[in-house]
């Protein structure tokens, strides 16, 4: 049964393919055993390597593929044989797809969709106007469509996937090809919308940055089956990635390579730079600048938390 909050529930869920190789046909098994649940208002990246799942698990999930074995319900639905209600309480945006109207002004596209979700005048109006506000779309509202730039284009596309405030947003690499501001406005975007309206947000993306800004836990997917669900820092501990802290000191000085708890990396400009890799599972970044403090004054420090794609790497590997 579905708890009452869970917005995405699955259980043994599983899709296959059947494909041609040469003369042959062989089954691809695409997803495998995923039980998995996302309450209301949680913020998930659902992450993993080229072919690991994603995009089949996501299609599964707003009913555009039928799954093989298992069950899913989405929003409450089964999401094949519920699809009409269902898509009235989800958004999804598959960042290659476009779902607005190509020759049309962008505006014009916004009052289709509006229509299809039977918005009523007033609704739309005030919908259309935080949207449009809060994604600064002013300056190309009467523009059509093709001559956008990507990151206009990405903002008009999570729009419009927003439009009727569904419960649920999926969102497939939404950020993929933009540049770093176009970035940044779309995912402040995502966090705000998710503050006002407790948006639930599913993303897959290829971009750890997404996934460090916007999502509370993560779900890795590896060769169709999960591999881990927990949080960030969780992942990195799963494979002993280690923090770094840097410390800028007064004077040059010798390296630091007596301090308990950690290791000395490297030193820059004769010593007046130091970085020293820690475990957070063992020690702390104020035990280990306590401990500098002892040899050295220290007049600026920064703390750097493990590169999460070297994470997911050895994660990879491990399982390998
Ligand atoms: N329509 C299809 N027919 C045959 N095989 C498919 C089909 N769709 C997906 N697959 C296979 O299923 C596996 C999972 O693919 P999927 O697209 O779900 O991965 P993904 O994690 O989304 O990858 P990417 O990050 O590259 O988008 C891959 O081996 C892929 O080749």
Avoid at 21 to 50: C, F, M, P, S
Avoid at 62 to 77: K, Y
Avoid at 258 to 280: K, M, N
Avoid at 296 to 317: K, W
């Amino acid at each position: 049964m579905t708890e009452p909050d869970a917005v995405i529930e699955s259980h043994g869920l599983g899709r296959d393919f059947r494909v041609r190789d040469g003369l042959r046909r062989r089954t691809v098994v695409a997803v495998d055993d995923l039980t998995v649940r996302v309450g209301a208002g949680e913020a998930v990246g659902y992450i993993g390597a080229n072919g690991a799942g994603k995009s089949t698990t996501i299609k599964m999930l707003v009913g555009i593929l039928v799954p093989t074995r298992g069950s899913v319900r989405t929003c409450g639905h089964d999401p094949v044989h519920d699809r009409r209600r269902l898509v009235r309480q989800v958004g999804v945006v598959f960042g290659q797809r476009s779902q607005l109207w190509w020759d049309l002004p962008v505006r014009e596209s916004f009052r289709i969709l509006a229509s299809i979700h039977a918005l009523g005048a007033v609704r739309e109006r005030e919908r259309t106007d935080e949207l449009v506000e809060r994604l600064e779309m002013g300056a190309y509202w009467s523009t059509p469509v093709r001559q956008l730039s990507l990151g206009q284009r990405m903002r008009a596309e999570v729009a419009a996937a927003l439009l009727h405030a569904p419960r649920l947003v999926v969102l497939d690499e939404p950020t993929i090809g933009l540049d770093v501001l176009s970035k940044q406005r779309l995912r402040e975007f995502l966090v705000a919308e998710r503050r006002t309206h407790g948006t639930t947000l599913l993303l897959t993306t290829h971009d750890m940055g997404d996934v460090e800004r916007l999502c509370d836990r993560v779900l890795l997917v590896d060769r169709g089956r999960l591999a881990y669900e927990g949080t960030l820092a969780g992942l990195s501990r799963t494979v002993g990635a280690e923090r770094v802290l840097v410390v800028d000191l007064a004077e040059p000085g010798a390296d630091l390579v007596t301090v308990p708890g950690a290791r000395h990396l490297g030193s820059e400009a004769g010593g007046l730079r130091q970085r020293l890799a820690f475990d957070a599972e063992v020690t702390t970044a104020a035990k280990v600048l306590a401990a500098v403090a002892e040899h050295a004054e220290v007049v600026d420090l920064s703390v750097e938390e493990p590169d999460v794609e070297d994470v997911v790497r050895r994660v990879y590997a491990a399982r390998r």
